[in-house]
């Protein structure tokens, strides 16, 4: 396969015409190029610009090439990265950068994806010690760099907004377009190339050798586009994946190589402290499904039912709210109907939506009974997808039965061999069943991390307790040895980045962890956990009038596996001939482990 051709401009500040031009011209008379990454200041710095960078995002003019940028501050920023957050296209914990028109993709905080097999990493905007509202980076996303960067394998290509302080070229007068933060991570991460803007000035230094590395690292400073010295702003790279690399073809040196400019006995100064993104009053909103920080905002010509007032019983605009307050859609809604359905008149969630999907009367809508009694059950069964006397059950995809849970293969599975712990008995979560059931539900876990282990892979189980869940499964997601040291670092941050705070707590022994989780359960809130590979609990208790992503556990292993694309189970479905051969496939090996 042939090495990705990747071209590379610095500070564009809304130029995107003189950009694009220059681009086609490169494509045309040395491309075909696979890519265009941005760095530095993408957005304009100056209202004059706006109308031209508009063009491009609200589809008036064409991208020509696929783009990714950082640099996530200007003018018009917080407008379009917000509209864009609330995409639907842009659900879940993405890596790999967010749509805002076609072609053109925003790569928010920082993170780590592949693109045609190179493996790159980024640290978009500016250290938030600046004061700035918008465009800055946290430590959350500092750290979680750092993280995902400790996984087997080399750093293609670093993209930064700004230098570190071992690639101030001798030009620069000062050192004011440098992050020393940026210094720390280079050092650690070691990416072969390592691109950044915001000096103005185009500088390509000597390649350097790496502590504790055999790859060198070549630094590429931008200048910016169309800037007044001509200098440089637009290089093409094409570098072959390290990944498809001999040990001895990546160990080569050039002979302009030097020493590594990174020594950590000469970093006196430390990382700068760094605060989480300020709030916006332009709704600098999280990319993740909700903005649990400002919850769910509505406006426009008062035909539409007011999402704030069916949620929680009230709107604090009140009678200045452009939009129905129905007191018989909020009824509804208590009642177990689909918000979707109440708002939007259908649903497309499928087996994933926990809700009713047909209007309820008092008739329909018994009084409430101790949960796992015997009619209701029954009643429920009828219609949920996961009860085995229901018709709706898709038994195809059952794997193993025992006497309180059974486990089945996912369906739309994020990856192979995605297993679900679900009870037989008509349950709202694994809390429900007596706690005397607890150690056939060990068992099966230990089966399951023994099958995986076997294959080099670990565990990762998360389940989302709620009311409006009908029934409780238990989520089992195999990810790869080698990225299982990063798994409560990516939780973490993706809980911070939506505003909450997941609560840590280690165990030895798993009977433990589910004795301290009834203690952590609250039947009046709804509750989160995930326990990752290295025996770590994380919990969060999330109140009912907040908005919380269902499938938080699913999005956040998506981000971490790369494959933002199969956050939605939807974008994953298989043939019943493609999930039978699954299910035979996993039983053949698991058989000699099945408990049941």
């Known amino acids: 396969m042939a090495a990705p051709r990747i071209l590379l401009a610095g500070d564009v500040f809304g130029r995107l015409n003189q950009l694009f031009k220059r681009v086609q011209s490169v494509n045309k008379s040395a491309g075909p190029f696979d890519a265009l990454f941005c760095v530095g200041q993408f957005f304009p710095d100056s209202p004059e610009r706006l109308e031209e960078f508009m063009n491009y995002v609200e589809g008036r003019s064409s991208v020509p090439l696929p783009t990714y940028f950082i640099g996530d501050y200007g003018v018009a920023a917080p407008k379009v990265l917000s509209t864009a957050s609330k ?22 905080g920082s993170g780590k994806f592949s693109f045609q097999g190179l493996s790159i990493v980024y640290l978009s905007g500016r250290s938030s010690s600046e004061g700035q509202q918008f465009g800055t980076y946290s430590q959350d996303d500092v750290d979680a760099l750092r993280a995902l960067a400790e996984e087997s ?13 071992a690639d101030v070229p001798a030009e620069a007068s000062d050192s004011s377009g440098c992050d020393p933060a940026i210094s720390e991570l280079v050092a650690e991460i070691k990416p072969r190339y390592h691109i950044a803007g915001t000096k103005d000035i185009f500088y390509a230094r000597e390649p350097y050798s790496n502590t504790d590395a055999v790859h060198v690292t ?49 970093q006196t100064g430390r990382l700068k402290e760094v605060t989480k993104r300020p709030g916006d009053s332009m709704s600098d909103s999280q990319y993740w499904r909700y903005d649990v920080s400002k919850k769910r905002q509505k406006s426009g010509d008062g035909d539409g039912l007011c999402f704030k007032f069916i949620y929680t019983g009230s709107c604090p605009r009140g009678e200045q709210c452009n939009f129905q ?15 979707d359905l109440l708002l939007k008149g259908k649903c497309e969630k499928g087996p994933e939506c926990s809700f009713k999907h047909e209007l309820q009367n008092e ?45 089945a293969l996912a369906k739309g599975p994020l990856v192979e061999d995605h297993v679900l712990v679900i009870p037989i008995e008509h349950l709202p979560n694994t809390f429900t069943l007596s706690q005397e059931f607890e150690s056939e539900l060990v068992r099966l876990r230990d089966s399951l991390q023994l099958y995986f282990r076997n294959r080099q892979k670990e565990a990762v189980l998360f389940e989302w307790v709620s009311k409006r869940v009908s029934h409780a499964n238990l989520q089992v997601v195999p990810v790869p040895s080698s990225r299982a040291a990063a798994v409560p670092d990516i939780f973490n941050m993706a809980a ?17 962890r589910r004795k301290w989780l009834r203690t952590q359960f609250d039947e009046n809130s ?12 994380l919990t969060l208790s999330v109140d009912e009038n907040e908005k919380f992503p269902a499938q938080f556990g699913r999005e956040v292993l998506a981000g971490l596996l790369n494959m933002p694309d199969r956050a939605d189970w939807r974008n994953c479905s298989l043939s019943k001939e493609e999930e039978t051969s699954a299910v035979e496939k996993f039983k053949e090996g698991f058989k000699e482990l099945d408990p049941n």
């Open 496 to 512: 911070k980045r939506m505003g909450f705070k997941l609560v840590s707590k280690k165990f030895d022994n798993i009977l433990d």
């Open 363 to 407: 008739a329909e809508n018994p009084p409430r009974r101790r949960v796992g009694s015997g009619s209701m059950s029954v009643n429920r069964s009828k219609e949920c997808w996961f009860c085995l006397s229901s018709p709706n059950v898709e038994s195809h995809l059952i794997i193993s039965v025992g006497e309180n849970y059974y486990c």
């Open 153 to 165: 394998g080399v750093v293609d290509l670093g993209v930064t907004t700004r230098a570190s302080l």
């Open 325 to 339: 307050h129905d007191m018989d859609s909020r009824e509804q809604f208590r009642r177990g109907v689909c918000l």
């Open 218 to 266: 070549r630094f590429l400073g931008l200048a910016s586009v169309g800037n007044p010295k001509k200098q440089k702003f637009i290089h093409a790279i094409s570098p072959t994946p390290a990944c498809t690399m001999s040990t001895s073809e990546i160990s080569v040196k050039p002979s302009n190589a030097t020493l590594s400019p990174y020594t950590f006995e000469e």
């Open 87 to 108: 995409n639907s296209a842009n659900l879940g914990f993405k890596m790999d950068g967010l749509t805002i028109c076609e072609n053109l993709h925003w790569l928010r």
């Open 526 to 537: 709804n509750f989160f956990y995930a326990e990752v590979p290295d025996g770590t609990i």
